[in-house]
């Protein structure tokens, strides 16, 4: 089993950033893709960024295209979302994701998830 553990959420002013990491159990991080997902209040799960095993392929939804920047820390064993220039719209609770088979923007497609984090954004 893959245990996921984000943190980082918080409350700010739009226009300000916030960075998220996933810290992964385990000794095999490294064999997984990661992603980023968010859901809000009364909206399904959507997804945010992927990145592949080796950090060199990444994806992004329209919304934060030159926004939110996914990386990894192998070594570490932990995943980041930096968010900057934060709108009110990025108010949800961010998940990360492993998924072992394929880089992926479907939520379905991911084996494990973290328990998320809170990120709200005041006007």
Do not use: H
């Not at 950033?17 to 399904?44: D, H, I, V």
């Not at 295209?65 to 996914?70: D, E, G, L, S, Y």
């Amino acid at each position: 089993q893959v245990q996921l553990v984000e943190s980082g959420g918080g409350l700010v002013q739009a226009g300000g950033s916030l960075r998220l990491s996933c810290a992964a159990s385990g000794r095999t991080f490294s064999n997984y893709n990661m992603g980023w997902f968010r859901q809000a209040p009364g909206k399904e799960r959507e997804f945010v960024a992927t990145i592949s095993r080796s950090g060199l392929v990444t994806d992004y939804a329209n919304s934060v295209k030159r926004r939110f920047t996914i990386s990894r820390d192998n070594a570490k064993n932990t995943v980041y979302l930096q968010m900057n220039s934060l709108k009110p719209e990025d108010t949800a609770v961010y998940f990360c994701a492993a998924d072992a088979r394929v880089l992926t923007r479907t939520t379905t497609d991911y084996d494990y998830w973290g328990q998320g984090t809170q990120v709200t954004v005041s006007s």
